[in-house]
């Protein structure tokens, strides 16, 4: 007989689960229906069910670091099948953020990104910042003349901003953050006897990674869920039309300061029509996602918690103060343009400076959770 | 009085077509003159036709060939005239298809087999007819006592007296404690019985307990105890003392009959009976106080868990009572491995809820609030029973007392580990209320070990649905042990009768006070004494309640039909009872033995002693007389044997067998009126007499249908064994055993054991009674005609 383990349940972990989504955790009688339906769940150990106890129990320690909450695309055909309405999507997904405010860098960020009375502060955060900047370099007016959004926040002090956010914040932030994941995830998933393979060897993982890139492209994951299948077009649409914009922004950057060619770029440009067209697309996938966030799938499934919301919105802020600052600038309206362009600023650096500590870090812890489940092989590589 | 015999043949229903109707009127025995055919016999016209010959004809018995005696029978009420049913409908008609390629060339289209079933139904009804008398109903000649007494002063006991006093009857409450409420008053808490079933509630039993101080129509002793009840419903005779001390008019102990004895010895006493020795249980105390009728609530006492410490001497020096009883009790579990008895910060959860109720949750160990919490409800050990005598109960206190943890700290956690979480009906919710908690954790698993761990206890517990085996450190651990009927260890009621002073077989219900639940929740094997509460079967406050209605309402149903007469269960009708023609009685004790009420007691030779409204009329005396002196007046040896005489018995048919099936009234006749109502159709070479209870039948009857050339005798009954089913519950046992004792004989004079067995069968497996017909008569084939037949 194997020896006991020592068990703590920590209530306020409990109480935290139910504030990000997690509410209706106490309900589950363990039945395993859960685990039964789900069709993305690996045969050996599936979840949710045990991660449904762990939560109701507290045990933090088996659920943070658990690497199948983040093989969970929340498809909530347990949900829908749950006998007791105890939404186990909806609590693994409480576990991911809460995870991911526990892996944070420093971590009253991550405190502060997840916690609803601070929306203003963190808005308010960049405003200040550009405020600061526009009124340091003497921009703080809206200035004559045809639009060019330059000639308000010159592209160099934008950047000032930027560079650094992208390539020392991100990085030092997030990168704590991955270390921290890695390790955890590693470690536990060997001794739960999830991982076959019990070493970590950096190239291997890296192979790892790239055999997952394909599911990932092609949400053959989320192709797999019924219940929530409406999410899968809305979802592959906005990560395209970030990868996209992140294709447009790498391009312009070069042309601005290796090719010296400044903006604005004549709209026939095939990288501007890229950057429209993810735009668009991103504005399709953001107003999808969130009717289907509101769509009645009874019991309250999948209606998401303050830290899922405000992703979207930061997405749909994003997309609409872009596209209105492109249009009210073709349309000659300074006015609106100037200020529009300073929202979208705004929510830009949101994006850039919160991600290790929003949402959208699943787009590298899960990315990472997968890798390491084709690594460890608790699953195979497709 | 003189019988004047009328004859009513009815042609509805399809009996006209199916059969020759002229011709079965032929077959009415000469001697009864009056004999009808009408078109619809339960028409007001048919109904006028035989009240007209009543009044103008002088007939006072009538035989109704129609219908089944199940049905229709308000219609053909002509009491106090004397009413036999042939049932040629469901009977014969409607369950027999005609054989098509059997019908005559000419005349009526009437199935040869089918007319002679019908025939002799009618020969059968006629001949029973001739034999019933008319009946009085028993009046005792001193006046029921209307009173109840209550035994048990606890929620239950307290709800029974306030729904006799509701319902006008005075009730007494007998309460050996100084006060009443019982165990009740020593709670914090309720589970909830109310919508929406997830709050815990304030103890009702105080307000109970006013109500019942209060009520002018219930007297309430405390510190008295029964020592002898004597009599029968309706007079019941009842000495009472004070706990604990002995009185002169205590039961006597029961001796049990030794290995082998003929008889059964007489108990302590009997020698030098005379009236006023209390040694004798046929004494009586002439300072008794009498009741009607006799609730048993006295309810529930905590199972004893043996400690690790207790010496083994102690259970030696009981050994000697257990030895008179039946098998000697499995030996009492222990629960080392749970520390109970060693760490005080162990305790079952009756302790805990005695401490809940005075106040605030402390460890006994340093009197320091308990902040975590372990409810264990199964000992473990390999095995996922739970302590003995738990039940769903003690899965709702321990979901309760979780609560109380929580409430007396938001800190603090309380653990549940089960292997059966039991919350039946509404419960579900207040399951679900519980587990809403966030510092209620529950598991199945197995525990372990609870050992002390520095300041604290650590409990360790395998198989978890944790999905390994956990440790948790805690301040106390409770014990869900379960709750013993106190009838288990102790007769309790104390009664004068011969068969002993408690109700009998209770090992079969694991101690709990006889009832069938389903069928007849509130009585027990003693008329006149009805069970309520925990006695009866783990209940929380709330069912108790309803269980206590339910007692009280039978109760004083058993007043009121001993007061008409009648019998009370399950014949609640019947206005006979048993007629001993005593000159010739042998005192064999057969009756006064078998009967399953203990109806009966016996005087100083060994005389059966009649106690008519202890009677419910199932005639097992009258199967068991081997004099055949018991008869009922409209049921007895001589009016089942002249139907069984009255069959005719074609001779060197090898095809048509005739056998006789005597079906127990309560279920098989029920069942096989369903087939008909089925049409569904079965062997036409039976011949079915109704009897009130296989145990009823009476040896003699065998032999009247093996002596008339009958081929077989089939007996269906009810299902008996540790799960029985018959609604007497030994008679069908009993038959067993007799037909068992009859196969001997039978071989004996050279005749074939087959040729008498018994079935068992419930109503809802009609559908099987074809067949297992269809089988016997395939044993008789095998076997061949009775030998005897034509002699």
């Given amino acids: 007989m194997a020896e006991s383990k020592w068990v703590e349940p920590d209530l306020s972990f409990v109480k935290q689960l139910k504030t990000l989504g997690g509410d209706t955790l106490k309900k589950c009688y363990q039945c395993a229906t859960c685990s039964v339906v789900c069709p993305i769940s690996p045969d050996e150990k599936p979840f949710p069910r045990k991660e449904m106890i762990a939560a109701q129990w507290g045990l933090k320690d088996r659920l943070v670091g658990n690497l199948d909450v983040w093989l969970c695309h929340q498809c909530q055909d347990c949900s829908t099948y749950c006998p007791r309405g105890a939404r186990p999507g909806d609590v693994l997904n409480a576990v991911r953020s809460y995870s991911i405010a526990e892996y944070a860098w420093p971590s009253w960020l991550g405190k502060l990104v997840p916690d609803g009375r601070f929306w203003w502060l963190l808005l308010a955060i960049p405003v200040a910042i550009f405020l600061l900047l526009l009124s340091a370099i003497g921009h703080l007016h809206i200035p004559e003349g045809e639009i060019e959004f330059a000639n308000f926040f010159p592209t160099l002090w934008v950047d000032i901003v930027f560079v650094p956010l992208a390539t020392f914040w991100i990085p030092l932030t997030f990168g704590i953050g991955i270390y921290r994941f890695m390790n955890d995830i590693h470690k536990k998933a060997v001794a739960d006897g999830k991982a076959k393979r019990k070493d970590l060897n950096i190239p291997d993982f890296l192979k790892s990674i790239l055999c997952t890139l394909p599911t990932i492209l092609r949400h053959s994951k989320f192709s797999q869920c019924t219940e929530n299948k409406d999410r899968y077009v809305p979802h592959i649409l906005v990560l395209f039309s970030f990868v996209g914009l992140f294709v447009v922004t790498n391009c312009f950057f070069v042309a601005l300061y290796i090719l010296q060619v400044p903006g604005p770029y004549s709209q026939m440009n095939p990288i501007k029509i890229l950057a ?107 | 009085m003189e019988k004047k015999l009328g004859v009513y043949i009815c042609k509805g229903c399809g009996l006209g077509e199916a059969l020759d109707i002229e011709k079965l009127e032929k077959k ?154 019982g165990f009740a008053t020593k709670m914090r808490k309720q589970t909830p019985w109310a919508y929406p079933y997830e709050d815990l509630q304030e103890p009702v039993i105080e307000q109970i307990v006013k109500e019942a101080e209060a009520n002018p129509k219930i007297t309430i002793r405390t510190e008295t105890e029964v020592a002898r009840v004597f009599g029968a419903p309706g007079l019941y005779d009842v000495s009472f003392k004070a706990p604990g001390t002995e009185s002169k008019w205590d039961i006597p102990a029961p001796v049990e009959a030794a290995e082998g004895a003929e008889a059964p010895p007489q108990p302590p006493g009997a020698d030098e009976a005379t009236p006023d020795n209390p040694a004798n249980i046929l004494a009586k105390d002439p300072e008794a106080e009498r009741f009607g009728a006799i609730i048993l609530a006295t309810g529930w006492k905590p199972y004893e868990l043996k400690k690790e410490a207790e010496e083994p001497a102690e259970a030696e020096g009981e050994a000697p009572k257990e030895a008179e009883g039946e098998a000697p009790k499995e030996e009492e579990p222990t629960y080392e491995h749970l520390g109970f008895g060693a760490i005080p910060d162990v305790v079952t959860n009756v302790a805990f809820e005695e401490m809940a109720g005075q106040g605030k949750i402390l460890r006994l160990s340093d009197g320091k609030p308990a902040g975590s919490v372990a409810f264990v409800q199964c000992p473990g050990q390999g095995s996922d029973a739970d302590f003995p005598y738990a039940s769903s109960i003690t899965s709702m206190v321990a979901l309760k007392q979780a609560k109380y943890v929580r409430e007396d700290n938001p800190d603090a956690k309380a653990y549940i580990f089960y292997q059966h979480m039991r919350t039946l009906g509404q419960n579900e919710y207040f399951y679900k209320s519980i587990q809403q908690d966030e510092g209620i954790f529950l598991t199945k698993g197995d525990v372990v070990s609870v050992s002390q761990n520095g300041d604290g206890l650590v409990l360790e517990a395998n198989d978890t649905l944790l999905g390994e085996n956990i440790k948790v450190a805690v301040d106390m651990v409770v014990l869900g042990t379960g709750m013993v009927p106190v009838t288990r260890d102790d007769p309790i009621l104390n009664l004068a009768y011969r068969q002993g002073p408690g109700f009998k077989d209770l090992d079969l219900f694991d101690g709990y006070a006889d009832s069938n639940f389903i069928c007849f929740p509130y009585e027990t094997r003693r008329t006149g004494i009805y069970v309520a509460g925990c006695v009866h079967r783990a209940l929380g406050i709330q069912e108790c309640r309803e269980d206590a209605t339910g007692a009280a309402l039978k109760a004083i149903q058993c007043l009121e039909s001993a007061n008409r007469g009648v019998a009370v269960h399950p014949r609640s009708w019947d ?217």
């Fill in chain 2, 28 to 181: 009415v025995p000469p001697k009864v003159k009056i004999r009808k055919v009408h078109p619809i016999l339960c028409s007001p016209e048919g109904v006028d036709l035989i009240k007209n010959d009543m009044e103008n004809e002088g007939v006072n018995t009538v035989v109704i060939a129609a219908c089944s005696r199940r049905v229709l029978w308000d219609v053909f009420d002509f009491r106090p005239a004397i009413t036999e049913r042939v049932n040629l409908r469901e009977g014969v008609v409607w369950s027999h298809k005609p054989r098509e390629d059997a019908m005559p060339e000419e005349g009526p289209q009437v199935d040869e087999w089918i007319q002679e079933m019908a025939q002799d139904y009618l020969r059968m009804g006629i001949a029973g007819a001739e034999k019933i008398e008319p009946t009085e109903p028993y009046k005792p000649e001193e006046e029921i006592n209307k009173r109840i007494m209550v035994m048990g002063g606890g929620v239950t006991g307290l709800s029974a007296a306030l729904e006799v006093a509701k319902a006008g009857h005075e009730a007494v409450v007998i309460e050996k404690e100084t006060k009443v409420g």
């Fill in chain 2, 575 to 791: 206005m006979t009872f048993p007629d001993f023609f005593f000159q010739r009685c042998t005192q064999c004790k057969r009756c006064t033995e078998e009967c399953p009420f203990g109806a009966l007691d016996d005087d100083e030779k060994g005389t059966p002693l009649t106690n008519p409204t202890r009677c419910r009329r199932c005639g097992i005396c009258m199967g068991a007389c081997p004099e055949r002196i018991v008869n009922f007046s409209d049921y007895s040896i001589d009016s089942i044997g002249s139907m069984v005489k009255a069959i005719d018995v074609p001779e060197d048919d090898e095809e048509k067998l005739r056998v006789l099936i005597l079906a127990c009234e309560n279920d098989a006749y029920p069942a096989l009126d369903i087939c008909g109502l089925n049409r569904l159709s079965y062997n036409a070479h039976v011949r079915i007499i109704p009897v009130r209870c296989l145990g009823s039948v009476n040896v003699v009857w065998i032999k009247d249908a093996l002596s008339k050339g009958m081929d077989g005798i089939l007996m269906v009954g009810c299902k008996f064994g540790d799960d029985y089913q018959c609604h007497f519950i030994k008679g069908s046992e009993l038959a067993d055993i007799r037909m068992d004792k009859i196969g001997e004989a039978l071989v004996s004079l050279a005749l074939e054991k087959e040729r008498v067995q018994q079935i068992q069968i419930a109503i809802d497996e009609y559908d099987k009674l074809p067949g297992m017909i269809a089988e016997f008569m395939e044993v008789i084939h095998g076997v061949g005609p009775n030998p005897f037949k034509g002699f």
């Fill in chain 1, 276 to 382: 429209n067209a993810s735009a668009i697309a991103l504005l399709v996938g953001a107003i999808w996602m969130i009717s289907n966030r509101l769509k009645d799938r009874g019991e309250n499934v999948g209606k998401g918690s303050y830290f899922d919301w405000s992703l979207l919105v930061l997405v749909l802020g994003l997309v609409v103060t872009g596209g209105l600052s492109e249009l009210t600038r073709l349309a000659h309206l300074p006015a609106l343009a100037y200020p529009m362009y300073f929202a979208h600023l705004v929510f830009v650096f949101c994006l850039f400076a919160y991600l290790p500590f929003s949402k959208l870090a699943h787009l590298v812890y899960r990315t990472l959770a997968m890798a390491y489940s084709r690594y460890s092989e608790r699953e195979p590589c497709e």
